[in-house]
């Protein structure tokens, strides 16, 4: 390479650092063709979904006071967010829900969809305050035991999720009530018996796509943590073959794929799901894996997105934020002190991973003792998470 | 028992996937007794207000945008109120662009407010998309002779008000002085001609031959008389131009800057001008004072402290240069050497530096359309008060 070369790159790059101000806000533009497309619409007017959605609404414009209509819209809404991975929709179904919310003492079908919308907000305080007001009025609203049980799983209070999930057997079926203790079994050290029940479970007539889905989610991810791959890897096809589009399912097999070091099926299974950035997260470290240039792009525009997201003032993205800080960004420094954050509000074993990592990477020892206790605490089994604890120095004795 | 079922799998835990929820983006700048708008909203919340879709296929088109302009800016500005003390000011938007956010395109609508006296108290008032989206937000970035205050609209908060204060002079120096140290880092036609007048400035002619110069100093001088020369021409023509002794059409001084930036890349091959290269830096120098004059104007110019705003803007501008200079010599007295001999090798190089510097600076022309291209100061003032 010539000195010219070099010289000119080193300046053009120079002034490209420069020279962007942020790539979530550029200059505007002017479209030069009425044919240019400038937005994919998630839904078609012309879709099943949208339909059902649009009667919804219409029928609540005649109607505006039924709230079993706006109780069923919101509840497609809230549907719609989650297999979308979409959260303008949860902000849809709770303005439908506002005419009810601002009385006084709101009905609790209403409360118990606010506490689902606050639940995907991360709004975990105030979404078990909704859930107290509906069990009072209501002791035998299954969904909502289900509600507070999953509430209480993330943020690590395993007894009260366990007592959450007891109600169920009386109220709702007996596979809900099983898969709602036995994820927490699962978890806390009993794994063995819990794959056998809850895969039993699955044999049973009358369970609807999404149960199966959920359940066979729950055992997909148990058995990875297991270390039986063989099995997760059945588990997610079995999941997956049920047609049922699910945020959820994708990103947990995506990491799946990516702990077996099979990066190339994650761009293939990703490399269209770029609008949700927990999915896009999942495509870029498969990418940097593979050397792949467009990782840099993708970076970039994450780097972005997780910056606009902090310009509302809010933020759900932080766990997100942790593993991008420290797998791409590899800041291992303030990806700690964000995993850290992110474990005062849910501790689940990515929550603990990911503050593991960071602090192993940050040579932060002390930062990781309250996951260490955690773990001990509760007899939590997850391999990956024990292949961390011991790396760091006190653990190893 | 139903709504169990069909809510089972909402229990997962859920980790944030999806990209952030509804914002719109709001820019406000209060110039006297007049508010220049710009509000970004995102298309697919236009969608589900007013219906863009036409045809239903799924996809928004810039004519699905455009034959509705009316209909949005009906729609956004009527859940926009500004009033200044107890004065509704009226809104007029008769511009439309599109902007790409990390989530999604978003249409840009130009605005102007107009109220009847000078504005001291602005009272805002947003209630965009509550009625559709109770988790929508409204970002906004109120600027004032380059003060900006930032707030966050929500369905629970959906008014603000605000005091415009005059800035203390020190601000004012600080706000400017910013504006030109941005000026001369995001206009990099500016950089560009600077640039490619110093490159020669670490190598000397020896008998028709170039080497590179012996001693760090000589470079050194060599740079800061170009750079000076280059300071007091652009300098004389701000001044001129700010107190309006003289106007050019902004086409106009945009077209010669452009072309200064061309004439530097390629007198690098004329050791006759390369000799004459303060003369070079000092005529073109003039031109470039127009383009600043012009940014400074587009910045809003407050009465009573013209000096002062002209004085803390060019000092900026210097400050911003200064830097840049201070990059760019270094490195090129260390690769000097290599340099020389590649020149050496063959002119064909400094032919393929000088068109890759045309180049750039064509692109940087013709890559937008010409009609905000005029106005790209204006815009990248509203992005950067963003950034803030």
Known sequence: MNG??????????????LSTPSLTFGEPFLPQQDAQVLEHLTVKATD?????????????????QNMDVAVSLATKLIEQSRSEGDPRFLGQAQAVLVPWLNHPTPPSSTLLLRAMIRQHAHEFDLALADLDAVLSMQPANAQAWLTRASIYQVQGRYDEARRACQPLLRLAGRHVALTCSGDIAGLTGQAATSRQMLTASLDRPGISARERLWILTVLAEMAARTGDASAAEKHFFDARSLGVKDHYLIGAYADFLLDQGRTQEVVTLLQHETRADGLLLRLTLAEQALHL??????????????????????????REEARFTLALLRDPQTALTLAQANWETQKEPWDARLLLESALAADSWNAARPVIDWLHTNHVEDMRLQQLVVQFPEEQS | MRLILALAMLLLSTPAWAHKPSDSLLSLTVQHDRIEGRWDIALRDLDDAIGLDADGDGAITWGEVRSTHDEIAAYALSRLTITSGETHCPAQAPHQLIDNHTDGAYAVLLFTMTCPSAIETLQADYRLLFDLDAQHKGLLRLTHEGDITTAIFSQESPTRQFTISETSMWNQVQQYAHEGIWHIWMGYDHVLFLLALLLPAVLRRVAGRWEPTPDFLSAFWEVLAI?????????????????????????????????????????????????????????????HGFGFASVLSDLGLPRGSLALSLVSFNLGVEVGQLAIVAMFLPLAYGLRKSWTASLRGSTYRSVRLASSLATALLNSLFEHPADYRHNRAKYYRNSMSRKN
């Open chain 2, 227 to 287: 750079v000076t020369a280059f300071t007091i021409a652009h300098s004389i023509t701000l001044g001129v131009a700010t107190v309006g002794l003289i106007a050019l059409p902004s086409r106009l001084v945009e077209s010669a800057i452009a072309a200064s930036v061309v004439f530097a890349g390629i007198s690098n091959l004329y050791p006759a001008l390369v000799q004459r290269r303060r003369l070079v830096a000092f005529l073109f120098g003039l031109i």
């Open chain 1, 293 to 318: 240039p467009v990782s840099k792009n993708h970076t970039a525009e994450l780097a972005a997105r997780f910056a606009a997201g902090r310009e509302r003032g809010t933020r759900v993205h932080v």
């Open chain 1, 4 to 17: 010219i070369r070099t010289l000119g790159w080193m300046i053009t790059t120079g002034w490209l650092a």
């Open chain 1, 48 to 64: 099943p979904v949208a339909r059902e959605i649009r009667a919804l609404r219409a029928s609540l414009l005649r109607d505006p």
